[in-house]
């Protein structure tokens, strides 16, 4: 036994730094998102002014430079965990960034509830 209490103190401290300058990047990267966005009177939503995908979905860049899509973005920096999870407009406003207006979902939930939205359109249903 060559690890110590110190060993795994120190392998504690470099984990969670590295949390840390993650959540503080992605803070940064926030308050980036604040700084072009504004908010839609009529719906709430908070429309991303930057460049968007060809699809409208808002994009920006993260800490490593990489294009990621601005709704996930400021849901991972409120220490949300997405992995695997699509997350869906309430709003129907890609471009929207609110996380209110937003739900992570499975793949397959996500399908059903765009199907279950479809149907109603046809039927004329509303809500
Ligand atoms: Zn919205
Ligand atoms: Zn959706």
Redesign the pocket.
């Given at each position: 036994m060559t690890n110590g209490p110190l060993d795994i103190e120190a392998t504690n401290t470099t984990e969670r730094r590295t949390a840390m300058t993650r959540t503080a990047a992605l803070k940064l990267i926030l308050s980036k998102l604040i700084l072009r966005t504004t908010e839609e009177p009529d719906?709430?939503?908070?429309v991303w002014l930057g460049a968007t995908t060809t699809d409208g979905y808002g994009e920006i860049r993260d800490e490593s430079r990489s294009k990621k899509y601005a709704h996930r973005l400021a849901l991972i920096a409120r220490g949300l965990g997405l992995d695997g999870l699509v997350v869906h407009?309430h709003?129907r406003?890609r471009a929207?960034w609110?996380p209110a207006?937003l739900t992570q979902l499975t793949n397959s939930a996500h399908s059903l509830h765009h199907a279950a939205e479809r149907r109603r359109e046809k039927t004329g249903e509303t809500g």
């Open positions: 719906t709430g939503c908070w407009h709003c406003n929207c609110r207006h």
